[in-house]
């Protein structure tokens, strides 16, 4: 499976930046997907993710302001980025977890593990 990210870019604050990951390859051997971002010398964390079921969490720091959304017949994953703030500057993965065994529609991503699928990363540039 290949995840491919697009819809990055510059954005003043207050603007809003809608990203894609499109897969392709197994499209259909994919759990849980999201995204995540990171910033030169810290650690990558999650901003969103969506379960098969459609189910959806997100941290403090984007919660209302973020919306992660799931196209179920091609597994296309949305973030919808509103009110976008100067420390949402940071580069974004797209990331989905393998399927094994039967799908529970509850699973969401956690921690970046190196099991995941991984996009190769967008960056969102917030000027204030």
């Known amino acids: 499976v290949h995840l491919v990210e697009s819809g990055g870019g510059l954005v003043q604050a207050g603007g809003s930046l809608r990203l894609s990951c499109a897969p392709s390859g197994s499209i259909f051997s994919i759990d849980a997907m999201g995204w995540y971002r990171q910033v030169p010398g810290k650690e990558r964390e999650l901003v969103a993710t969506?379960?098969?079921?459609?189910?959806?969490s997100y941290p403090d720091s984007v919660k209302g302001r973020f919306a992660i959304s799931r196209d179920r017949a091609t597994n296309t994953v949305y973030l919808q980025m509103n009110r976008l703030k100067p420390e949402d500057t940071a580069m974004y993965y797209c990331?989905?977890?393998?399927?094994?065994?039967?799908?529970?529609?509850?699973?969401?991503?956690?921690?970046?593990?190196?099991?995941?699928?991984w996009g190769q990363g967008t960056q969102v540039t917030v000027s204030s």
């Open positions: 990331a989905a977890a393998p399927l094994r065994g039967s799908r529970d529609p509850f699973s969401l991503l956690g921690s970046p593990s190196a099991d995941y699928y």
């Open positions: 969506i379960a098969s079921g459609g189910g959806t």
